[in-house]
T-cell receptor, first 103, second 115 residues
Framework: KNEVEQSPQNLTAQEGEFITINCSYS?????LHWLQQHPGGGIVSLFM???GKKKHGRLIATINIQEKHSSLHITASHPRDSAVYIC?????FGPGTRLSVLP | DTGVSQDPRHKITKRGQNVTFRCDPI?????LYWYRQTLGQGPEFLTY????????KSRLLSNRFSAERPKGSFSTLEIQRTEQGDSAMYLC?????????????FGSGTRLTVV
């Protein structure tokens, strides 16, 4: 049974800080998925990656297949990055990390 | 491209009633997914279609849940004899994968309240 864990559960940062959100999973079959969900808003797919690293704007996702671990990094964080970040793999998603970026 | 559309946005029903939700995916996307999300949790997988074929169904899904995707276009999710525990946001997503390129889009969801 695939299990996905995320840390931290909650994260508060000051605007401009570098942020890292971690994701661990137990079954390494399919691609790892990162989602963003704003309060009261819809879900946006950020990345799907099977190896290495992907970058989109200020967001960077990395994955270590051997360790079954992925990280989502946000550089130069901004209050509009405040959201819940969810990782998932093989149709199983974690509970998310709630990020608040203060101005 | 209007994204993934879900209808209705909200549904309030009495316990024991049947409800049906509709999802219209992005037309170029051949895969369609149904998820359920409750407060403070990530999306919980329900089922997934590739074109009109239902390829996977969660074991968490009881016999009261059924989904269809006739002709590989829109999809419906039906819940029979609703229970209070069915109250949740029901999310539809569609996707395509071509080589190294992919698109994965969620709809805004249908919020179900069972009273």
């Amino acid at each position: 049974k695939n299990e996905v864990e995320q840390s931290p559960q909650n994260l508060t940062a000051q605007e401009g800080e570098f942020i890292t959100i971690n994701c661990s999973y137990s079954v390494g079959i399919s691609a790892l998925h990162w989602l963003q969900q704003h309060p009261g808003g819809g879900i946006v797919s950020l990345f799907m990656l099977s190896s290495g690293k992907k970058k989109h704007g200020r967001l960077i996702a990395t994955i270590n297949i051997q360790e079954k671990h992925s990280s989502l990094h946000i550089t130069a964080s901004h209050p509009r990055d405040s959201a819940v970040y969810i990782c998932g793999q093989n149709f199983v998603f974690g509970p998310g990390t709630r990020l608040s970026v203060l101005p | 491209d209007t994204g993934v559309s879900q209808d209705p946005r909200h549904k309030i029903t009495k316990r024991g009633q049947n409800v049906t939700f509709r999802c219209d995916p992005i037309s170029e996307h051949n895969r369609l997914y149904w998820y359920r999300q409750t407060l403070g949790q990530g999306p919980e997988f329900l089922t997934y279609f590739q074109n009109e074929a239902q390829l996977e169904k969660s074991r968490l899904l009881s016999n009261r849940f059924s989904a269809e995707r006739p002709k590989g276009s829109f999809s419906t999710l039906e819940i029979q004899r609703t229970e209070q525990g069915d109250s949740a946001m029901y999310l539809c997503a569609s996707s395509y994968f071509r080589g190294g390129d992919y698109g994965y889009t969620f709809g805004s969801g249908t919020r179900l309240t069972v009273v």
